[in-house]
């Protein structure tokens, strides 16, 4: 048996261990749009919290400026919740990466 064949039967015997596993996994199409949805609420919030604090410096009226302000902190908290969702979900997708080349790695170290 070549080098190929073995890597071939080890393949096809990880594919079937891995469908014997019947763990459900998450959607990745789910997980992009939420990478998506965290990375837009981010920019998003940052922008609204930087044009705000820029109105409410040359408002005339205190009262405007404290409702720019109050949008402005809005912002701010959106960029953050948008930064959390887009770190949570890109670093899942990082270490689910890392993860599997470390499985193959050390299944390629113990076989060899």
Known sequence: MTDNQA???RLGQ???EVAGLRIKGGSI???RQLTTL???L???????ALVMAIVS????DS????????VGILGLILA????VLWLRYSLTHFLRYWMLRLIYEERNRSAG
Request: proline fraction near 0%; charge should be negative.
């Open 42 to 48: 981010a920019v998003v919030g940052a922008v609204l």
């Open 29 to 31: 199409e789910r997980e």
């Open 14 to 16: 990880f594919e079937t």
């Open 80 to 83: 953050v919740v948008g930064a």
């Open 7 to 9: 890597g071939d039967d």
């Open 38 to 40: 965290g990375l837009a």
């Open 57 to 60: 410096s040359s408002a005339a």
């Open 63 to 70: 009262r405007d400026s404290l409702t720019y302000i109050s």
